[in-house]
């Protein structure tokens, strides 16, 4: 098994080289972003901010603000600037701002490296048609060679260089387009979630009762 594979390599000529490093590339991408998504990102809004909601009405921000930073993911980070501008008593209108600057910064990270993938499947299908045409010119030199088999030689080698440089770069273009489909709905659906629980969470603390030290320090103030 192998060896033919170490044949159909070698018989592609040198672009298989390049279609080889775009699927390390790709590779790095996909595990890159399928860590991102499946492990930093784990987190749902529904049960992070009932937590959270759970340990706010009991007068617990610190509880809360552990609870949604457990995980470093762009979700924690707006739900922890909401809790925090809360617990230091800032008003409703500063700790939407804090939110919206912060999603500003956070919701990009879902879409980071993303459009990599269709590049790289755009090149390797363009790599392969190259190799296509070396290929194919390496064939056409057959009909100058006048020694039967000699020009056989040079037809196969010809017809098998454009064959697996092109038949290569497919077996790497349609799973990078595959890889590209599924991570860019992962990226949607985390962004909606994101959306989602900061807007549950905005709407649970700006109908709060003001936080019985945050009206002391007014009065004392």
């Known amino acids: 098994m192998l060896d033919l594979i170490a ?25 890159e972003r ?60 500063e700790i939407r701002q804090a939110v919206e600057e912060v999603a500003l910064r956070e919701v990009p990270r879902f879409s980071q490296r993303l459009g990599y993938l269709s590049t790289f499947a755009n090149v390797a299908t363009l790599a392969g048609l190259l190799g296509t045409i070396f290929g194919l010119q390496v064939a056409f030199r057959s009909l100058v060679v006048t020694n039967a088999a000699e020009k056989a030689a040079v037809l196969a080698a010809g017809i098998a260089q454009a064959m697996n440089t092109t038949s290569f770069g497919l077996i790497v273009a349609i799973p990078c387009l595959l890889a590209h489909a599924v991570l860019v709905n992962l990226q949607s659906r985390r962004a909606e979630d994101l959306d989602a629980g900061a807007m549950r969470l905005l709407n649970y603390l700006e109908n709060r009762p003001e936080k019985p030290d945050v009206i002391a320090g007014r009065i004392s103030a």
């Open 34 to 93: 399928a860590v991102f998504f499946l492990l930093r990102c784990r987190d749902r809004s529904g049960p992070l901010v009932a937590e959270a909601v759970s340990a706010l009405n009991h007068g617990l921000p610190e509880r809360a603000l552990r609870a949604v930073t457990r995980q470093r993911g762009p979700l924690n980070a707006v739900l922890a600037v909401a809790i925090e501008r809360y617990r230091d008593g800032h008003s409703n209108s």
């Open 7 to 31: 044949r159909y390599f070698a018989d592609g000529g040198p672009l298989m080289w390049a279609i080889l490093a775009i699927v390390g590339a790709a590779a790095a991408v996909i595990v």
